[in-house]
């Protein structure tokens, strides 16, 4: 296995990890809004975020571009944040 190959597979590790944590942190912020409880939301909107970001940094460290739809949705969770 060739050096870019590890480096590739590393993209593809950290890319699915990173899927699978706005994966969790999205269903947790539905079920928190489902359940109308405004500090809990407020806090998984806060991990939502962060997961958000983390994902775009890592599509980003891979080489790609950010999808602009995922750019959007942080601006707009972002200013939701704030707006409260």
């Known amino acids: 296995m060739t ?3 590890d ?3 590393d993209h593809r590790t950290a890319l699915a990890a990173s899927q699978l944590e706005l ?3 999205r269903a947790r912020f539905q079920e928190s809004r489902r359940q109308g409880s405004g500090l809990d939301d407020a806090s998984r909107r806060a991990n939502l975020v962060t997961a958000l970001e983390n994902y775009a940094a890592t599509i980003e460290e891979a080489g790609a571009p ?10 707009l969770h972002k200013g939701l944040r704030r707006g409260r």
């Open 66 to 75: 950010v999808p602009p739809q995922l750019k959007l949705e942080i601006r």
């Open 23 to 25: 994966e969790v942190a």
């Open 3 to 5: 050096a870019a190959n």
């Open 7 to 9: 480096h590739h597979r």
